[in-house]
Nanobody, 122 residues
Framework: QVQLKESGGGLVQAGDSLRLSCEVS??????MGWFRQAPGKEREFVGG???????YYSDSVKGRFTISRDNAKTTMDLQMNSLKSEDTAVYFC??????????????????WGQGTHVTVSS
């Protein structure tokens, strides 16, 4: 069975860095992504990585966050730098069976992790 599990969340101060990891088991995926959800808000796209390891990001994190993964596609990381209070959210790892395109919407993804909390204090 497919399982995704995030780790690495925590409490940090504005300006700090944090690295999240997503471990994949039960399958591999050409396209994976990160989403986040703050209390009372919609789950929003953070960034994604496609079959050739090209990455793409939302405007709110572009230049600050970086996605990478190992060659086996079993681990995907989210390096977060220059964190702001507005980055506070539960961060989710996601995967899709799609093998083409650059999906940016919640409905485009098929599998989800349980989420890991990131809190950025001002």
């Amino acid at each position: 069975q497919v399982q995704l599990k995030e780790s690495g969340g925590g409490l940090v101060q504005a300006g700090d860095s944090l690295r999240l990891s997503c471990e994949v088991s039960g399958g591999t995926f050409s396209i994976m992504g990160w989403f986040r959800q703050a209390p009372g808000k919609e789950r929003e796209f953070v960034g994604g990585i496609i079959y050739n390891d090209n990455t793409y990001y939302s405007d709110s994190v572009k230049g600050r966050f970086t996605i990478s993964r190992d060659n086996a596609k079993t681990t995907m990381d989210l390096q977060m730098n220059s964190l702001k209070s507005e980055d506070t959210a539960v961060y989710f790892c996601a995967a899709t069976k799609e093998q083409r395109g650059r999906p940016r919407h919640r409905g485009d993804y098929d599998y989800w992790g349980q989420g890991t909390h990131v809190t950025v204090s001002s």
